[in-house]
């Protein structure tokens, strides 16, 4: 009779510590770098690049990735190669354990793009038995300080080659959201310190146009072109790089300028890279 109770008893301790195992959730911090993401294979070592930079600011956090573009994510699927759109990847890591994410933006500016990722974000952190806590660190210019370290950042890395005579073109993205100004804001501030030093975008303001008058101004002869774009993937090699009569390269060229393209996305410098993972600090310290 003794034994038998001893053993209810047991049994009974055992059932309330397995089920109390159950209820207890074990903390799993993790990272989550979302990019618009590129089909070039040579925008991978851009994206390493930062992965790297990211795992050394956060050692044993593991980090993983997203690409907000439908269009590449399509494009690496047929080849073999699978990534997460943002809410496939916050879903993965709430099924896999993680209770606090700190997921960062990797766009330029805060326009569409980081738009719909905030928006992402914010449902998932209205899901139920999800991950307990999600925060999004801002893209690379935000507020105004981040656009004087931009600025200084990118004069540390311009070609070095560069006479003090010749021209640098940093081809933007641009676009039809009202984050656009960030081009021009940006433009203000690099002109403060080298008048020689054009910004435009591909699809906003300033165009090319704006840039080869405000060229012409200057007397410039030499020309070097450089992607102010994440990655230099597709706008890069063919809208700035590429020998089409309509890419930038061309347009210079035909506008009487000697042209020096050089094919380097942001996240291959370390320098602006540190204004991303700054971003990332920030939010992951709220964690
Ligand atoms: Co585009």
């Given amino acids: 009779m003794k034994i038998k109770i001893i053993a209810i008893a047991i049994f009974l301790i055992n059932l309330t510590a397995s089920g109390m195992d159950e209820h207890k959730q074990i903390e799993k911090t993790g990272i989550l770098l979302v990019s618009f993401g590129s089909s070039y294979a040579s925008a991978q070592s851009a994206f390493g690049h930062i992965e790297e930079q990211a795992k050394e600011t956060f050692p044993g956090v593991e980090v993983r990735w997203a690409f907000t573009s439908n269009i590449v994510r399509n494009i690496l699927k047929k080849r073999g190669r699978a990534i997460d759109s943002p809410a496939e990847a916050l879903a993965k890591m709430g099924a896999d354990g993680f209770t606090k994410i700190a997921v960062q ?4 500016i805060p326009g569409e793009e980081f738009e719909n990722l905030q928006r992402t974000v914010n449902a998932f952190n209205h899901i139920p038995k999800n991950t307990q806590k ?3 660190g801002k893209p690379l210019l935000y507020h105004h300080n981040d656009i ?3 600025c200084a950042a990118l004069h540390s890395v311009l070609p070095e080659e560069r006479k003090s005579t010749d021209a640098v073109v940093l081809m933007g993205h641009g676009t039809s959201h009202q984050s656009n100004i960030y081009y021009p804001g ?3 501030y690099l002109w403060q310190q080298s008048p020689s030093i054009f910004l435009g975008t591909v699809e906003g303001y300033p165009s090319l146009d704006e840039v080869i008058s405000a060229l012409k101004k200057q007397n410039a002869k030499t020309v070097w072109l ?4 994440s990655v230099a993937g597709d706008h890069a090699k063919n809208d700035m790089a590429g020998d089409e009569p309509d890419s930038w390269k061309s347009q210079l ?5 000697t ?6 996305g942001l ?3 370390d320098a602006i890279n540190a204004i991303w993972i700054k971003h990332l600090k920030e939010v992951f310290n709220k964690l």
């Fill in 148 to 150: 004087g370290e931009t």
């Fill in 267 to 269: 996240a291959e410098f």
């Fill in 105 to 108: 933006s990797l766009h330029v």
């Fill in 134 to 136: 999600i925060v999004l």
């Fill in 253 to 257: 060229e035909a506008a009487g300028f």
């Fill in 226 to 229: 450089q992607p102010f774009l």
């Fill in 259 to 264: 042209v020096n393209p050089v094919l380097k």
């Fill in 186 to 188: 940006l433009q203000y």
